[in-house]
């Protein structure tokens, strides 16, 4: 079963840092590129940051970029963010999720699939 | 980066159909995907590409893009449908990944 499981969520007081994980399963990890996406509260889905297969490219949302880095180990078949200088708006749960591709008539489509169930961040004093 | 657009909040009657919509400049180069979101639950893909649809999801999801505006169909929406509906693409520089604001879908 192709499975994705993050962990690292909790309560951080502003200016913090937290490591999140991304544990994949039943699947060939490295032939992947891997992302993650949150959500705040009652909101909607925010794309966050962007891992190519080998980490040969990163990419970041412009909230979270020079704060957040992407990395991922594919000798553990895990990918990871680092948040640092957390702040009260980067309170949400946080998705990691599996780009998917497929190619038809020279066309690729990427799209996210599976996701995990999400981990909580909590930016507060 | 680039927006997408979706409206708030639809509503439909059981077993009618419904069209949700999602407008943005980066829809004239890529496709949209479509996601569903239950209470609690992670988002599941519902459509992706040009109109594909996961595995075991029912035929009654259908995906379409004209120009700028991509659209979700649901023909014969049921009780299940009832979700929230995101949304996404490339923006339009092609690295980075955009979300429509969903759209929460009520079967009546």
């Known amino acids: 079963e192709v499975q994705l499981v993050e962990s690292g969520g909790g309560l951080v007081k502003p200016g913090g840092s937290l490591r999140l994980s991304c544990a994949a399963s039943g699947f060939t990890f490295s032939s992947y590129n891997m992302n993650w996406v949150r959500q705040a509260p009652g909101k909607g889905l925010e794309w966050v940051s962007y891992i190519s297969s080998r980490s040969h490219y990163t990419y970041y949302a412009d909230s979270v970029k020079g704060r957040f880095t992407i990395s991922r180990d594919n000798a553990k078949n895990s990918v990871y963010l680092q948040m640092n200088s957390l702040r009260p708006e980067d309170t949400a749960v946080y998705y990691c999720?599996?780009?998917?591709?497929?190619?038809?008539?020279?066309?690729?489509?990427?799209?996210?699939?599976?996701w995990g169930q999400g981990t909580l961040v909590t930016v507060s004093s | 980066s680039s927006e997408l657009t979706q409206d708030p909040a639809v509503s439909v009657a059981l077993g009618q159909t419904v069209r949700i919509t999602c407008q943005g400049d980066s829809l004239r180069n890529y496709y949209a995907n479509w996601y569903q979101q239950k209470p609690g639950q992670a988002p599941v893909p519902v459509i992706y590409g040009k109109n594909n649809r996961p595995s075991g999801l029912p035929d009654r999801f259908s995906g379409s893009t004209s120009g700028d505006t991509a659209s979700l169909t649901i023909t014969g929406a049921q009780a299940e449908d009832e979700a929230d509906y995101y949304c996404?693409?490339?923006?339009?520089?092609?690295?980075?990944?955009?979300f429509g604001g969903g759209t929460k879908l009520t079967v009546l």
């Open positions: 996404n693409s490339r923006d339009t520089s092609g690295y980075h990944w955009v």
């Open positions: 999720a599996r780009e998917e591709v497929m190619y038809s008539n020279s066309v690729r489509y990427n799209w996210f699939d599976p």
